[in-house]
């Protein structure tokens, strides 16, 4: 026989509507009654029917999270800190994957018009204006994890300091010709993480008086074997560069492949630097600059939730550090 909440608020000596304050956190009930409907809730070994505390509360009780081509490793290490974030509360997650221009307008403004859930987490891709302004009509709270929008809650990484980090390390080691190799600066998406490693990239050499050389930037489709291309085509050059800093650790290792088929060591003949410090790149030894991916999915299941129970006059920003890890794949330039 299953047990009912009816048969908790006999055991305790309360009313149904009591025991429902205290599964609902109510401040409304006295210490000694929540202590004694507890203890009625773990004799009997009572669950709460979700879909009651569903209606109870006035909730969905789930989180929507927007994320773009969600197997890349990146997006799994960030998916994972808001897993281990929701884990500890009561809601529930929901994927909606990312591939198309068309899928990402339609989750945006879908979202917060049909309330199917209670907050929204949005990865990598920035609003629009008027997608925004569908968000706060609807009373939908919404968090950017490594995109941006002005009017919304954000946990963001400078990307362009990480970036001047990676280039100051290989120009201390006496590099002058550094390549970036990156993914579209004018991609559909709008990814903003490129852009800013790339602005990072030309302020470094500007600040260190050296030449920008449109043909030491290469751009592409995101992936291993692009990127191996790219690499491949820094390395021929007439007067290849001596260093590259690639805009992703799965770019980095595909630059490091055009680099072994040339004949080339590293970092005897070449240096390389990744971004975001991936579990591959740990592997590969690969000196890269560490952003904290899966705490940023957890500081934006922090924020959102924050939001769904308040509602902060101006919307929060939080910007985690980025870090030089060096490795084996960088060494002074040989004279």
Do not use: C, W
Not at 179 to 191: I, M, Q, S, T, W
Not at 212 to 230: I, L, T
Request: glycine share 6%; no cysteine; aromatic share 6%.
């Amino acid at each position: 026989m299953s047990i009912t909440i009816r048969d908790v608020a006999k055991r305790a000596g309360v009313g149904i509507a009591t025991v429902s304050r205290v599964l609902n956190d109510s401040p409304s009930v006295s210490e000694e009654t929540r202590q004694r409907v507890l203890e009625a809730i773990a004799d009997l070994n009572y669950t709460p029917n979700p879909i009651a505390r569903r209606l109870s509360t006035g909730k969905t009780l789930t989180i929507g999270v927007i994320v773009p081509f969600f197997t890349l490793p990146d997006f799994v290490k960030r998916l994972q800190g808001v897993q281990q974030a929701l884990s500890e509360t009561e809601y529930d997650l929901v994927l909606f994957n990312v591939e198309t221009l068309a899928q990402k307008d339609r989750y945006l403004s879908d979202l917060p018009r049909h309330a199917r859930v209670d907050g929204v987490l949005v990865i990598a891709l920035s609003p629009s204006n008027m997608q925004m302004d569908q968000f706060h009509q609807s009373s939908v709270p919404v968090v950017l994890i490594d995109a941006s929008h002005p009017l919304a809650y954000q946990v963001v990484v400078d990307h362009v300091h990480g970036a001047n980090l990676a280039m100051q390390h290989l120009i201390s080691l006496g590099h002058r010709r550094i390549g970036f190799v990156g993914d579209h600066l004018n991609d559909p998406f709008e990814f903003i993480g490129t852009k800013q490693r790339f602005q990072g990239y030309r302020e470094a050499l500007a600040d260190a008086n050296l030449e920008f050389y449109p043909h030491y930037h290469q751009q592409g489709d995101h992936g291993r074997e692009a990127a191996r291309k790219m690499g491949h085509a820094l390395l021929t050059l007439q007067e290849p560069p001596t260093a590259i800093f690639a805009a992703s650790d799965t770019q980095a290792i595909g630059v490091m492949e055009a680099a072994r088929e040339l004949g080339l060591r590293i970092p005897d003949h070449l240096s390389v630097v990744g971004y975001n410090d991936i579990r591959d790149s740990e592997y590969m030894e690969l000196t890269t600059i560490h952003q904290p991916l899966f705490d940023s999915g957890m500081a934006g299941v922090q924020l959102l939730l924050k939001a769904i129970e308040t509602t902060p006059a101006e919307p929060e920003k939080v910007i985690l550090p980025v870090e030089l890890k060096i490795r084996r794949t960088t060494a002074p330039l040989p004279h």
